[in-house]
């Protein structure tokens, strides 16, 4: 099998051995779904369920309250911070649906 240049799993092991390390010290954080791509090899996405999800991890990665941006569309709401983890980017986000009606029972 040829190697592309530049696209070998070994360019993603920063990033994953930091995200490894950040597991290991805060293993009660929740859980998320979490991405790396040899497109962008020191760069890490995690996708959180809950807003209280994204701030526990903001918390853990002490990102300061004015780094979370906020962006909503008609449908979806999303939280999101960039910061660093050791020499690599992590991207944490929450996409949400806001309740817009009140509900009667």
Known sequence: MNEIE????????????????????????????????????????????????????????HVDTDEVTLSATNQRTKLEFVTRLGRSTVVVFAVFSLATQAVTA
């Open 6 to 61: 530049g696209h070998a799993l070994g360019t993603q092991a920063a990033v994953l051995a930091a995200l490894a390390r950040f597991a290991h010290t805060h293993p009660a954080l929740p859980g998320g779904y979490l991405t790396t791509s040899s497109f962008t090899p020191t760069e890490a996405r995690v996708l959180l369920d809950t807003a209280a999800d994204l701030e526990a991890w903001r918390e853990a990665l």
